[in-house]
């Protein structure tokens, strides 16, 4: 029974997928869109026979961590449903008959008691973020009859819609910019095999790419500033604030700058941008000395230290850094240039692992490299870049930077960075020009006629 529900969530998502309104004002062909949907599927349910056969410690593997804390979250709803929608939207946390269902799951507490005290620390995971895959998984179980390839099939089509919903941000951009940013985007394999399946990357990069969307509307286009927009842009702002909050800084840092930009009025700008300096220096030397809870330095610091301790106890492969930075904003500095090369490059072709997944991801770190060339050669052309892209680069930096900087283990970066790779792509590839051998190829005409609509993207507005 639970393959046939598994079959018609297949079919109903992807009608769904053709009607949605933001699908059909893509300049992505219909059955294109439904052949990255089958292959998100593919890879999510790879990933799954991963973690089933391959590595096989299921209460380490973060798919099954989260699925089966949902199992015992679902048990709950036939005999006792209060306790059931209690756990699932965090209602009387203090109930003692919930203690029946969280006695029984491993990972709804942060953090194991053993792990506190090996590490010494205080836990800098500010949110429980663990428990909102949990509790997604536990509202699909119902529906899934505890298929987690159902399951797959939910969260492949999120990522897919969302992505899309991003890339028609730059349907003014030239169509062999079009091309390549879109066939990145949602065909690069890490994004395929960390954001397809029941995991917080999923998740993250779907909600960033809306916060990105309802930024540009936000901005450019007053019509679209209802009240709707402001509860969905609510929404996603918890999602990133739960699943991975350093992302939301990041964000946070491009909304800023990308609004600073779009002030038409010079004297307004002006103002604006020294407002942003101004709030820059407060955050750096002013608020530290209101309290120590807001010293940036010293959370990033802390992060760091926590997961470095956390990959000793867990006994981690491929660490990035193995020391500790504690000389203050001058130290932190003086790291981030080896912090933003580890986190968009690392691990890198040379580096050896026993590891296929982490072999594959140097090849892609070193295709990531290569595809600053590009950007070299459209920054040489000395243009007034695109605001938008502007705002993406700041991402980019400001994200690579705090995955750079706090996470020790390549294989922690391979996921981690999947937040920012569609913004890479479009920051890299926004003016590149394919050779007029390769765009009048008639197999390559094909191809792309078989992606892409033709359309006039200059009559776009930017």
């Known amino acids: 029974m639970s393959w046939l529900i598994f079959v018609l969530t297949l079919f109903v998502l992807s009608l769904i997928t053709l009607r949605i309104s933001w699908i059909k004002d893509s300049f992505l062909r219909k059955p294109f869109i439904l ?49 059931y929608f209690k756990l699932l939207f965090g209602i009387d946390e203090q109930d003692p008959r919930l203690l029946k269902y969280t006695s029984n799951m491993k990972n709804w507490d942060p953090q194991s008691t053993e792990w506190l005290e090996f590490t010494q620390t205080q836990n800098y995971n500010l949110f429980q973020s663990n428990r909102i895959i949990t509790r997604i998984n536990a509202l699909l179980m119902p529906i899934s009859l505890g298929n987690i390839y159902t399951h797959v099939l939910y969260f492949s089509w999120l990522s897919l819609i969302c992505c899309i919903a991003f890339l028609n941000l ?31 990357d999923t998740l993250t990069l779907a909600a960033t790419s809306l916060l990105f969307i309802y930024l540009y509307r936000f901005i450019n286009k007053s019509k679209s500033r209802t009240i709707l927009m402001a509860i ?14 350093y992302v939301l800084i990041a964000f946070l840092a491009a909304a800023f700058v990308y609004g600073t930009i ?18 820059t220096l407060v955050l750096l030397f002013v608020a530290p000395y209101v309290s120590y809870k807001l010293d940036a330095v010293s959370i990033l610091n802390n992060k760091r230290e926590e997961a470095l301790k956390a990959a000793i106890f867990g006994e981690a492969k491929q660490l990035t850094f193995e020391d500790l930075i504690d000389r203050g904003l001058p130290g932190l500095i003086q790291e981030s240039p080896k912090a933003i090369f580890a986190a968009l490059y690392r691990p890198f072709i040379t580096e ?28 040489s052309k000395k243009r007034k870049p695109d605001s938008l892209i502007i705002a993406l680069s700041v991402y980019v930096i400001g994200l690579s930077f705090i995955i750079g900087y706090t996470t020790p283990v390549a294989g922690g970066i ?33 191809l792309n006629a078989c992606i892409m609509y033709s359309f006039d993207h200059t009559s776009v507005k930017s």
């Open 35 to 83: 052949f990255v949907f089958a292959v998100k599927v593919l890879f999510g349910s790879g990933l799954v026979l991963i973690y089933t056969y391959y590595y096989t410690e299921r209460s380490s593997a973060d798919i099954y961590k989260f699925f089966d804390d949902a199992a015992v979250i679902a048990e709950a709803l036939p005999e006792d449903p209060s306790s």
């Open 170 to 200: 730059f349907k003014s951009f030239k169509p062999s910019s079009l091309l390549a940013i879109s066939i990145l985007t949602l065909l690069f394999p890490t994004v395929l095999l960390w954001c397809s399946a029941p995991l917080k």
């Open 232 to 245: 969905l842009f609510s929404i996603c702002t918890i999602i990133v604030l739960y699943t991975k909050y």
């Open 262 to 279: 779009e002030i038409k009025d010079k004297i307004k700008k002006r103002i604006a941008f020294v407002s942003l300096g101004i709030l």
């Open 352 to 379: 050896k692992s026993d590891s296929i997944l982490v072999k594959i991801s140097s090849l892609e770190n070193l295709f990531l490299l290569i595809m600053l060339f590009p950007l070299i050669i459209s920054l």
């Open 414 to 446: 391979m996921r981690y960075k999947t937040a920012l790779l569609p913004a890479y792509f479009a920051v890299c590839l926004y003016d590149i020009t394919f050779p007029k051998f390769i765009w009048d190829n008639k197999l390559f005409k094909k």
